[in-house]
């Protein structure tokens, strides 16, 4: 089946530093991928589209010169955290959607920042 | 605005007692409910998909139900794996962006 593969899966930085997450698609071509956060229990939220070859696209609210998306290639998207602050700190998520339209959302297993 | 309400937030079973877990929405036209587990620490796992009211969707010991307003996930004889927070979502108006409910967390003692 579809896999999605986010690395790391946990970090550590001093705050002020910059953080970059990886997210691979392995075993099929995403022109789209999708980054949520999520804060401890609580659900996942958009954060922003990323699309390969063009600009991301941000969910209202939230900073897109703070979280900076690339999506290089159809199989790898990044999202850099600059000058990350302790309250950046959480669980972000990237996805893809492996085929058709709605189809079922592939998700990597998350990284968890901690900004200290 | 699509909304998606869960209910319970959390649930706590003593294993082989079966319960429903709800999922609410309101969407402008539904385009597909999705239902995921998420273990601690990890991504969320697909399990089901639903797109018309009364269709419904097994695997193991999880069967998924929609209607027109809501979708309802039962767990039947629950085992401790079965621990999990479980998460629907439904599609936002263009392109495969989902927008998730708050989740219910379940544990199931043994």
């Known amino acids: 089946g579809a896999v999605v593969s986010q690395h790391p899966s946990w970090v550590i930085c001093k705050s002020g530093t910059s953080v970059k997450i990886e997210c691979r698609s392995l075993d099929f071509q995403a022109t789209t991928m999708f980054w949520y956060r999520q804060f401890p229990k609580q659900s996942l939220m958009l954060m922003a589209t990323s699309n390969e070859g063009s600009k991301a696209t941000y969910e209202q609210g939230v900073e897109k010169d703070k979280f900076l998306i690339n999506h290089a290639s159809l199989t790898l998207s990044t999202l850099t955290v600059t000058s990350a602050h302790p309250e950046d700190s959480s669980f972000y998520i990237c996805?893809?959607?492996?085929?058709?339209?709605?189809?079922?959302?592939?998700f990597g297993n998350g990284t968890r920042l901690t900004v200290t | 605005e699509d909304q998606v309400t869960q209910s319970p937030e959390a649930l706590r079973l003593q294993e082989g007692e079966s319960s429903s877990l709800n999922c609410s929405y309101t969407?402008?036209?539904?385009?597909?409910l999705f239902w995921y587990r998420q273990d601690p620490g990890k991504g969320p796992e697909f399990l089901f998909t639903?797109?018309?009211a009364g269709e419904e969707k097994e695997k193991e010991r999880l069967k998924a139900t929609l209607t027109k307003k809501e979708s309802f996930l039962h767990i039947t004889a629950p085992k401790p794996e079965d621990s999990a927070t479980y998460l629907c979502?439904?599609?936002?108006?263009?392109?495969?962006?989902?927008?998730f409910g708050g989740g219910t967390r379940v544990l199931v003692k043994p």
């Open positions: 979502a439904v599609p936002k108006a263009a392109g495969n962006k989902l927008t």
């Open positions: 969407v402008s036209g539904l385009r597909g």
């Open positions: 996805s893809a959607p492996p085929g058709t339209y709605n189809s079922p959302l592939h």
């Open positions: 639903l797109y018309s």
